[in-house]
């Protein structure tokens, strides 16, 4: 299996509301990643878990809260967002401990804030 | 900041016509990457080369690096109305950590049926 799964693909939420972004792969990837994506622009990494252990956090705001609970599932907790925060939220996996690996990414979470 | 830097920023050519798309980067690099993403969708890794690597073929991909230009480019051979996406390169800059991927701003391609 080399697919990344991500639900929902698409989440509208208001700025006080809390919702979860969550992310499976079943490859063995020990890495996991979250990006965010603005339109017509490049992916831009918020956090790296590394054998479930968080090792890169981009100074991503509070309001974005990364989970992951085993090697497989990596959750993203969203509460009260701004406007500006809707984006494509992209997970990805590769493998950790080799390096400068190629990442395999999911479809995606289209959110819209309110 | 970005590292990578791709021009031009949306090419459109015929289909059964060659593409080629050039990225250039700021720093030395421990390899460069190729993706592509269809409109609004996850990206897919399409090619790695290495920086001690010249050049690099994968079916109708070719891609090249000068590292002492800082500079690669891909050329897709007899384009198909399905590469229509955007293509992104992407380094890890040498010092960077080995999860830090830096993506270029990307070409979007068009290709016309």
């Known amino acids: 299996d080399t697919e990344v799964t991500q639900t929902p693909k698409h989440l509208v939420m208001g700025m006080t509301n809390k919702k979860s972004l969550k992310c499976e792969q079943h490859?063995?990837?020990?890495?996991m990643y979250w990006y965010k994506q603005k339109a017509k622009k490049p992916p831009e990494l918020m956090f790296v878990?590394?054998?479930?252990?968080?090792?890169i956090n981009e100074s991503v705001p509070s309001r974005f809260s990364p989970e992951c609970p085993n090697s497989s599932l990596l959750n993203l907790h969203l509460h009260a967002l701004q406007p500006e925060d809707s984006a494509l939220y992209l997970c990805a996996s590769s493998q950790a401990g080799q390096r400068y690996n190629e990442q395999f990414f999911g479809p995606g979470t289209r959110l819209t804030v309110l | 900041s970005q590292q990578g830097e791709e021009d031009p920023q949306a090419l459109s050519i015929q289909e059964g016509e060659n593409a080629t798309m050039n990225c250039s980067y700021k720093t030395s690099i421990n390899n460069l990457q190729w993706y592509r993403q269809n409109s609004g969708r996850g990206l897919v890794h399409l090619i790695l080369?290495?920086?001690?690597?010249r050049e690099k073929h994968s079916g109708r991909l070719r891609v090249t690096l000068d590292t002492s230009k800082k500079s690669s480019s891909l050329l897709i051979t007899a384009s198909r109305a399905a590469d229509t996406a955007s293509y992104f390169c992407?380094?890890?800059?040498?010092?960077?950590?080995?999860?830090?991927?830096?993506f270029g701003k990307g070409t979007k391609l068009s290709v016309i049926p």
């Open positions: 992407a380094t890890f800059p040498t010092g960077a950590g080995s999860y830090q991927l830096t």
């Open positions: 490859m063995g990837h020990r890495a």
């Open positions: 878990y590394s054998y479930e252990k968080l090792s």
């Open positions: 080369i290495r920086s001690n690597e």
